[in-house]
């Protein structure tokens, strides 16, 4: 079956710096690939995702790239804020198999 | 509109008891999820709904059943609680099966004893 990884596990990066997220998947027929963001004590919110027919979406400073070939889909954060410091969770599905399987999450750090 | 519900938030059981989580939405969506959380380990499904009447077995269905008899309603119940099952437990919903956008409730904290 499909197995998502995620990396890394934990992310510190200064304030206004760029922040990246990549995860591999194993299952070469998924072809949907959300991204969660989940506060502290919050519920998962979608924040963007990405279709296996397009490699790279944006959505102002966030954006998701996808590398069929390599199975691979990464998230990229630029500028970031204070609100931007949350646990990131990448997801994958299929036509065949439509549960969503999950990254086991990123915690991403903004330092002042 | 309230979106999805939980309830109730939290809860302390003591080994071999048993309850109920509900969960409701009011978007008129078709599927619905159960999951779990706990640290490091992302999320896991426990089981799901297509629709009104179905229920399906997840990544980690031991230990639990699950009834959708309304379509705003999925519940998730422990026959016999165990310490392995301390956990955050999610809803979620969506409109459709695959490429939708899942809609979490709030969560429910479950502390087995």
């Known amino acids: 079956g499909e197995n998502v990884e995620q990396h890394p596990s934990t992310l510190s990066v200064q304030e206004g710096d760029s922040a990246v997220i990549k995860c591999t998947y194993s299952d070469s027929a998924s072809n949907y690939f959300p991204w969660y963001k989940q506060e502290l004590g919050k519920r998962p919110q979608l924040i963007i995702d990405?279709?296996?027919n397009v490699g790279e979406k944006k959505d102002q400073r966030i954006a998701v790239t996808l590398n069929k070939t390599a199975k691979h889909f990464s998230l990229h954060i630029t500028e970031t804020q204070p609100e931007d410091s949350a646990v990131y969770f990448c997801a994958a599905s299929s036509y065949s198999n439509y549960q969503l399987i999950w990254g086991a999450g990123t915690k991403l750090i903004i330092k002042p | 509109n309230a979106g999805v519900t939980q309830t109730p938030k939290f809860r302390v059981l003591k080994t071999g008891q048993s309850m109920t989580l509900l969960c409701a939405q009011d978007?008129?969506?078709?599927?619905m999820y159960w999951y779990r959380q706990d640290p490091g380990m992302g999320l896991r499904l426990i089981h799901y709904s297509v629709g009104e009447g179905t229920t399906a077995k997840g990544e980690v269905p031991d230990g639990y059943n699950v009834s959708r008899l309304k379509k705003q309603n999925f519940l998730l119940g422990l026959e016999s609680a165990a310490p392995s099952q301390t956990s955050v437990y999610f809803c979620?919903?969506?409109?459709?099966?695959?490429?939708?956008?899942?809609?979490f409730g709030p969560g429910t904290r479950l502390t087995v004893t």
């Open positions: 979620a919903s969506s409109y459709g099966a695959q490429g939708y956008e899942q809609y």
């Open positions: 990405i279709r296996s």
């Open positions: 978007m008129n969506h078709e599927y």
